[in-house]
């Protein structure tokens, strides 16, 4: 499905409200592809926006599912009373799967054309089924293990996702002792390993924003690019207004690296709250997640989690329809620049 895009640009999953069926719709009809997130909705709240794109669009699209991993309780405790003695009001520490067993069921009872997964591979067994309801399956991976693991489960695509990339890393397992989770691929390096490892279609994500960028990863080796950051400031996309503006600021802070708004690894523009907590944000999903939410949703910049990738100086503040055909039409015209590049070699 992904390989016969006409437009080989996708709109990322991108959980917490900046993902709308408006957006996806809105992506699709210009020849892209849309997903909605379904990280942190329950089973009722994805239907919802399910029928919501439904309603809009008739275009096909994806729902994309977090994998829930082992629970770690180690140092949760400890960061939310260092949240307090900051002068801060944080939540308690909970460990929960997502609400992941009832979208799954949703998934397989109301079947969509696509379902993706992040923070893990599923087993066969979920893959034949999904496949048995005419869903195709994608996995998010960061290397080349996981790519394998990804294919012998049944896996009908890969996102290679590089360190690049904003908000949270796709790796399988989130290494508590590496500051990034665990080994940080670059795309281009990710996209070339993961191509020699499987021959699966690849959709490269992670520090694209505009058509070279497209047409980059398209000439390594990707059928499509996947884009999140990009769709993060089009009037459709459900972006709260401090993260709009940050990601608005060409000369805005540099991003990095943090656990201190969720417990996973994550990559964000820098701000007082990662420079402060960071260090000491203990990797324990979805527990600092619910340890953070009350302070986040007050929606001040030095305190919210402002996903991004590193490439975010380049966003472009259009309509998703329009920017979808401007990266189309970016990309080509490097496509040509390459093209006479090579030729005036021969």
């Not at 990863?217 to 059928?223: N, S, T």
């Not at 953070?292 to 503040?317: F, K």
């Not at 039409?329 to 030729?343: F, M, Q, V």
């Amino acid at each position: 499905m992904l390989a016969d895009l006409t437009t080989p640009v996708v709109a990322a999953p991108m959980a917490g409200g900046g993902t709308t069926p408006e957006l996806v719709a809105a992506v699709g009809a210009a020849g892209g592809f849309g997903f909605l997130a379904g990280g942190y909705l329950d089973a009722d709240a994805l239907a919802a926006r399910i029928a919501a794109l439904r309603a809009l669009s008739d275009r096909p699209f994806g729902v994309n599912l977090f994998l829930p991993g082992p629970r770690r309780d180690s140092g949760a405790a400890e960061y939310g009373e260092r949240l307090v003695a900051a002068g801060l009001e944080p939540g308690e520490p909970r460990y929960d799967d997502d609400g992941y067993p009832g979208k799954l069921a949703l998934l397989l009872a109301e079947p969509v054309p696509l379902v993706s997964f992040t923070f893990g591979c599923p087993d066969a067994a979920t893959v034949r089924d999904l496949h048995a309801v005419g869903s195709e399956v994608v996995v998010t991976v960061t290397g080349p293990a996981e790519a394998r693991q990804a294919a012998a489960a049944g896996a009908d695509a890969l996102v290679v996702q590089g360190m690049e990339a904003g908000a949270h890393r796709g790796l399988f397992s989130d290494d508590p002792a590496d500051p990034a989770g665990g080994d940080a691929l670059g795309l281009l390096a990710a996209l070339r390993l993961v191509a020699a490892a499987v021959e699966l279609p690849l959709v490269a994500a992670g520090g694209i924003a505009d058509g070279a960028g497209v047409a980059a990863v398209l000439a390594a080796g990707a059928v499509a690019a996947q884009l999140g950051t990009a769709f993060l400031v089009c009037p459709e996309a459900g972006t709260k207004p401090a993260h709009r503006a940050a990601l608005s600021t060409p000369d805005g802070p540099r991003t990095g690296f943090t656990r201190a708004f969720t417990g996973r690894t994550a990559r964000g523009i820098r701000n007082a709250f990662l420079d402060a907590h960071g260090a000491a944000a203990p990797a324990a999903y979805p527990q600092v997640h619910h340890i953070t939410a009350p302070i986040r949703a007050h929606g001040e910049p030095d305190r919210m989690a402002l996903w991004a990738g590193q490439a975010y100086p380049l966003v472009r503040p259009l309509p998703a329809a329009e920017l979808v055909a401007l990266l189309r039409d970016e990309a080509a015209a490097a496509a040509r620049r390459l093209t006479d590049r090579l030729g005036a070699g021969v």
